[in-house]
């Protein structure tokens, strides 16, 4: 079992729709990141987590320390949201999911 | 502010030789991380540098991999000896804050491609 498991693998949605990825750890963490990357390659930082809610824009993120879960969440999505979403969790060494790929359609 | 700034963005070398990658962290950030990412896979952490100090590399291949962090300029990876397996992407992140982690903000990545 990967320590950090990212659900859905691949998404596609319409264009407005609500988006959740969700992420689940099994191990300890100091910090859970959110990022994101697009096809060209570069990686955002898109929030970093130790307890509770951050938003920015369109975007939430949730983190439940007891549950070992996070969730993040797009609202009103756009085209330009596609790309993949990666949890990470821990200190600078980071365990990496797999990745979500998202695709918003038109 | 420039964010964090990598070059060369797109690298090609043959077999046997040395690619260099620099990394300007961002402006008042003393904390550099350097990650490679191979093809279809996540990212894995290589080593954890400060000003002058190398402070964790046991991510990074022990032998033809290191990494420096000069009191001045880029923090810089270099690769002796290169070998097709060394093809990936590698990503530069720094921070203002090291153990307890700081927010990370990431670099273009530099994309190695060995022939």
């Known amino acids: 079992k990967n320590e950090v498991e990212q659900s859905p693998q691949n998404l596609t949605a319409q264009e407005g729709e609500f988006i959740t990825i969700n992420c689940s750890y099994s191990v300890g963490i100091s910090a859970l990141h959110w990022l994101q990357q697009h096809p060209g390659g570069g990686i955002v930082s898109l929030f970093m987590l130790s307890s509770g809610k951050k938003k920015h824009g369109r975007l939430i993120a949730t983190i439940n320390i007891q549950e070992k879960h996070s969730s993040l969440h797009i609202t009103a999505s756009h085209p330009r949201d596609s790309a993949v979403y990666i949890c990470a969790v821990g200190d600078y060494q980071l365990i990496w999911g797999a990745g979500t790929k998202l695709i918003i359609k038109p | 502010n420039a964010g964090v700034m990598q070059n060369p963005r797109h690298l090609v070398r043959r077999r046997g030789q040395e690619a260099r990658l620099r990394c300007s962290p961002m402006k008042g950030h003393s904390h550099v991380y350097w990650y490679r990412q191979l093809p279809e896979e996540g990212l894995k952490f290589m080593v954890y540098l400060q000003k002058e100090n190398i402070i964790d590399e046991s991510g990074m291949p022990k032998e033809r991999f290191s990494a420096e962090f000069p009191k001045e300029g880029p923090s810089i990876l270099r690769i002796q000896q290169v070998v097709r397996g060394d093809s990936a992407a590698y990503f530069c992140?720094?921070?203002?804050?090291?153990?307890?982690?700081?927010?990370?903000?990431f670099g273009e990545g530099s994309r190695l491609t060995v022939l």
């Open positions: 992140a720094s921070s203002t804050r090291g153990f307890v982690t700081g927010e990370l903000f």
